[in-house]
């Protein structure tokens, strides 16, 4: 055959779009290349279909996502679909193009196959496209083979290979198939974030044999390469021309001489792909991946399926390409196929140890990296790593976290305390005000830990190994000269997909090809950041948070779900410190909950705990999350009634005092951090007096020992005077003609990502505020409002003041029905914060961010996230913000605003619709909010929001027992935040954590009452890092560093003492 002929013409344009043509689907189709891929096709024999979904009489109230294996028969147990499958005989015949559904139903399918004679000796698929996700089964429906992706254009996975070389035994098969009523990214009605529209039908389009010309397919993967450098290259690049001529020259050779073979032409191609680049050429490591939520547009029930079926399929691309790496994280999927996939599961132990498929992450699920408490990401790591070691001997040393809505500023030290070394995001590219000045990094945490970041710059972690993919890989790519490679993830993702055989077919043709990147497919994520430790004297620093400058609506959005996590994170710590009382004194073995908390962690997935999926995922994670709430909460109880005689007993595992108010007698009592009393007579008491007026222009005075505040019917404060003890100073903490604890209706209507975003333009806004008040009523201690924020929308708050610091309490009980519209709650504080910096806790320590808005990086964190509160401040004074479950906040100068609930549509309607127990706190403070003790405050009201306690009689003094603390530190910066009973089967031992949290170097004195007898410092994962020290006394010495997280294994006793 002649040597390659450029083509005649002058005009670009018409050789180009010749080329497009070739490949189309839509034009000319029938003359093309993509029609020849498929020469023959003959319909299936046959098909039978059966409802599972009309078998199933309910859907169980709390699925139990992680351990539901038991397929007992039981109708009602289990996941929705995981009805058994009755015999062929149950089936009825089914025609084509026959509706079913509705939306989310499962539906079985057999078809009967039989392969025309003539094609014995070729290759031969299975078609099918029910325009669903569907599995394809041995017949029996119990062997799974490979999933189908359903009818979504760019997303087709439609073809099964029945035979590579099809024998005369093979012509006739029975096939089933479990076809799901949703695709790829749920059932949106009309779009894909809406919420679902629950009667869509299917109907089986195509379920046909078909005999596959794998030479015709490798020829149309050849020219979509030459398409693509055709397209993609600059046009002042000779390469462009070069692979455009030879598509054009190997059409016109197709078109006109028939007796010319594919593999001829092939040959012209193979050696235009030999012709290699210089040894500079930047390398992509491509890396299969398939993004699965694990619940989003769909339930946990779906996301167990997604699994199943996109990791038997990439089991299937594995063993056609030894050279194929797929990638996966989040220990719970794995757990998932585990126990439902259990076939499926055993070959992907095989393909781990072969090193293709590659399990990364070290985490539970790929939680969301803002809201999570610092104790909930160290659980993420320290039940995903212990998975993955026990399941697969593996340490992972790479935290996988592709898609979520910004990362904490403590991140980097717990990854580093799990075993982490490596990091990979992709969703900071998102970010709709500044572009991340990196791709390649080392992030350095709030404490200094560091670790060595990538971000693959093609910013998908979606791709599909196209030129145009690998070139944007590296066009984008912001560090360029400082590394030699960057990381590509491809394959379908979020709704689970994966990679296609084709992808990966580019792949090895553009494994060094002049003018495009090198890509190699066969390097794992382990050789990515091998190389780039090379490269690390190269690479800048980030410090602090990494912030999406992007849905930051969903430190809001579903409030009810947000409670819960906080509820449940309370009730852990206080669970696990009083399992860790019983198993030291009285030798009572803890419980372990393992399970319970990877049920918890799950909840904290990236789509869940934002807010931003559907209804039916809430509805769950509120079941799942009140289960666990009851069951910590029974066995806090039942742990306590052994402790202790008196009802109620009285327990405080926070850091800070619990001030129990005696509501006949006018007293106090303290009950101080990490102890337990059985009666309140031996605790501290002190006298507590509060004065109440209606003053003459209708406003309410209320006054305590520490503050005088003046308010209004609706409890705005107009005036808040924060005394000084024992002077008669006192200073107003509200701006001059300012307010506090007023409530603010904003217009919320974004600009797409519903239950994501808000937008900055929502300030230029706000509502009224001056509402209609209903009822106004003075208690004793509190004043109570009733008023209406909108005529739907009625509001109860009651306010009162703490009896032991300047902290006004406010609780409001919402009846939300708003459409598009955000509450917040602002305070206008009497602080100097121009050019300042407003103070947020974050998970074990603080951050600052601008309460300014000079420059773009500045204004564009209009809308932050916080634990449990945040602080403005001058010098020596400053107002503080305590919340109780709501983490979304700004500081615009003066103004602080805590966001109370917003009314998103989609994917969820009835998001946070209904009423809403809201409780926040208002504490202004002399010094600063260190020396004003705000974060043991902020603790206590966390642990117990309004205590009472009643005069107790004389008829418990038998079983007094006096204040037990069963920790004292001397240091209050030091605080004890996880007493736990230790992991990996240590007996007589348990593991505490503290952490320094005023932000410099702590040496505190640990005294505890545990019978004790040395101590050993270990990492998240309870490998010992340091020396075992012997203890005396009950006493040792913790030094930490600024924003440090220490864990201990104490070791106890070998007797229980059985007292204290
Ligand atoms: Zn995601």
Redesign the pocket.
Known sequence: MDSVVASLTKNRRTTFERIEKFLSKDYFADVGLRARIYPATQPVVSILHWNASAARTQRPLVPHPSHDSDSDGDDDSGPEWKVPVPGRDAFAPYTLGEPFGPTWSTHWFIVDICIPEAWIGREVHLLWDSGSEAMLYEAGGTVPLQAFSGGIDFQMRDCYVLSKQLTAGQRQRELWLEVACNDLFGAGAGGMINPPDPAKTFSVKKAAVALFDREVFDLFTDFEILFGMAKCLPENNPRNYQAMYLANHIINTFKTDPSVKISQLRKLTSEFFAQKNGDSQHEIFALGHC?I?CA?LWAYDETIRKCGRSWITMIRLMEEYPDFRFVASSAQQFRWVKDHYPVVYEQIKKFVKKGQFLPVGGTWV?MDGNLPSGESFVRQFLYGQKFFQEEFGIKCDTFWL???FGYSAQLPQIMRQAGIKYFLSAKLSWSLVNSFPHHNFLWRGIDGSEVLAHFPPGESYGMNVTVEDALKTVEKLKDKGRVAQSMMLYGY??GGGGPTPVMIERGRRMKDVDGIPKISLDKTVADFFAAMEKDRKNLNVWSGELYLELHNGTYTTQAELKRNIRMAQNLFRDGEFLDAVMYAFIGIEPVDRREQWQDFLLQQF??VLPGTSIGKVFEDANNILGSLIDTLNQDCVSALNFLSSSQPPYFNASCGNIHYRNPQSGIFAVLPPYSMTNDIRYLNTFPYTIKIEKLKDDSIRMENQFLIVTMNRLCVISSMLLKKSRTDVSRECVFPSGRANELVLFDDVPLYWDAWDCMDYHLEAPGRSDYQVVSFEIGQADVTSVFRVSDACPVRMRLFMHPAAPIVQVECDVDWKERHKFLKMQVDANVTSENRKATYEIQHGWLERPAHRNTSWDWAKFEVCCQRWADVSEYGFGVSVINLTNQGFSVRNNTMSLSLLRSPKAPDPEADMGVHPLKYAIMPHWGSFQEAQLIQHASSLNDTWDPAYETPTDSDQAQRSGLVRFFTISDPAVILDAVKTAENGQSRAIVIRLYESYGGSAVAAVETLFPVEAVQECDLLENFVGEKTPVKDKKFVVTLRAFEVKSFVVFLTSTTPGHW
């Open positions: 993004h939520d989003w790929e592709p898609d979520t993702g979020d990236h789509d």
